[in-house]
């Protein structure tokens, strides 16, 4: 059971909502533990093949919930330490989250919120949405979500929105390669769908792997390491089960048996 999410499954695709719209989805204590926990439970689960992270009411995420952020003002080093680790954790536990995740970006989208989506593999954005890392702005910094928002939106991007703490819009998240497709409010789920759609007609273990081969070989060297390793997955995943039905159901023009009905 969650009090700050709302969990729904639609076959072989998860949703997670946000779902705090009273304070536009903020973050607080309870939200981070929740969001770990749950996907962390479905990143062990078979059947799900592709999850959907959105927000409920208005907003995806305004970053730091108000109440929580007056708590934090009287914390100690430690303290702040032992929140701040929190937040890594939990931001670890989306982004290594072997199913693909889809961030689905109706609403501002602000501080650790950018973050959140950061971790997500593809971002379908609204085109009235507005960004910003806000951090600089309280006299803080984005340092716990900065791995992802770097890798997300470029090294100088980054560089512009981290200092500037300026608000970006969607035509700028898109240019800067944060967002992977912008449409209008009323077409997000379409566009959501056609991603979803997408990923369940792959083999669900190649698409797995696929997540996994991208975080491992980007930015490394084409040495003979790399290339070693890369002709052993491909071999491994050729000699599978489901590389194998894969092959022959495109040699015997059918199906293959991951998008028959279960019997």
């Known amino acids: 059971m ?41 990143a062990g689960e078979d059947g799900v093949r592709a999850i959907v992270l959105g927000g409920s009411g208005k907003a995806f995420c305004a970053g730091a919930d108000l109440a929580f952020m007056r708590e934090a ?3 100690t080093w430690e303290q702040n330490h ?13 982004y290594s989250c072997p199913v693909p995740v889809i961030a689905r970006i109706h609403g501002d989208c602000y501080a650790g919120g950018l973050g959140l989506a950061s971790v997500c593999d593809i971002r379908v954005v609204a085109d009235a ?18 791995p992802y928002v770097i890798r997300a939106m470029g090294e100088q991007a980054a560089r512009r929105y981290f200092v500037t703490a300026e608000r970006f819009g969607a035509a700028e998240a898109r240019a800067c390669g944060f967002a992977h497709e ?19 007609a792959n083999g669900p273990m190649a698409t797995r792997a696929c997540k ?3 975080r491992d070989v980007a930015g490394r060297d084409i040495d003979a ?7 052993r997955r491909i071999a491994d995943i050729r000699a599978s089960a489901e590389g194998r039905e894969g092959i022959q159901s495109f040699l015997d023009k059918r199906p293959p048996a991951w998008l028959l009905p279960a019997k």
């Open 129 to 146: 949405v507005t960004f910003s890392l806000s951090e600089a702005r309280l006299g803080l910094l984005p340092a716990t979500i900065s």
């Open 82 to 94: 032992a929140d701040a680790a929190a937040l890594a954790e939990m931001l670890w536990a989306m």
């Open 212 to 214: 996994q081969l991208v």
């Open 73 to 75: 003002a009287d914390y």
């Open 2 to 42: 969650t009090t700050t999410l709302r969990i729904e499954r639609d076959g072989p695709v998860a949703r997670v909502w946000l779902d705090r719209p009273e304070v536009r989805n903020a973050m607080n204590g309870t939200l981070i533990r929740e969001l770990a926990a749950a996907f962390g439970t479905l």
């Open 182 to 200: 912008v449409c209008a409010a009323a077409a997000i789920d379409e566009a959501v769908a056609r991603f979803t759609t997408a990923i369940v």
């Open 225 to 231: 390491e790399l290339r070693a390793d890369t002709a």
